[in-house]
């Protein structure tokens, strides 16, 4: 069976925008580090320097490592859909919605202080993610 090519399009997506992800958090990190003259030496278990960092340079860190967590589900999820003969335009759509919503999540993460309002659109994605793997599992068993 073929593989819908374009159904991993949002893979690439997420991909690339957690490599964004981490462009940003060491341009803020490394001169957040210099200004607190925090040694990198000293800093090398996480956490050890957190308080010294400004929230919003901690946020994009804390972000990137989000990018690390329930997005691993994600690309499980559609490239098992993609080898088994999923990816059609629904689950596409899903795909890009959660994408879009993993991208929102990062900004309003790093850009806000609202822990609702990050957590509304972290609730959102994760609903996505559900609709996606329950779509996935009546296919395989219908």
């Given at each position: 069976m ?39 030496d ?6 050890t320097?957190?308080d ?7 946020s994009?860190?804390d ?27 629904v ?10 919503l993993?991208?929102?999540?990062s ?10 309002l ?18 996935e ?6």
């Amino acid at each position: 069976m073929p593989i819908n090519v374009e159904f991993l399009y949002p893979v690439l997506a997420l991909v690339v925008w957690t490599l964004i992800l981490w462009l940003w958090m060491y341009a803020t990190r490394i001169p957040a580090m210099q200004k607190a003259q925090i040694n990198p030496d000293d800093a090398r278990h996480p956490g050890t320097y957190g308080d010294r960092l400004p929230a919003n340079v901690r946020s994009v860190a804390d972000n990137y490592n989000h990018l690390h967590e329930q997005p691993t589900i994600f690309y499980a999820l559609v490239f098992f859909a993609a080898l088994t003969g999923g990816g059609d335009h629904v689950a596409t759509l899903l795909a890009w919605i959660y994408v879009g919503l993993r991208i929102v999540h990062s900004f309003v993460q790093i850009l806000s202080p609202k822990v609702t309002l990050r957590f509304s659109v972290f609730a959102l994605a994760s609903i996505t993610l559900i609709v996606l793997a329950g779509k996935e599992v009546i296919r395989i068993l219908v």
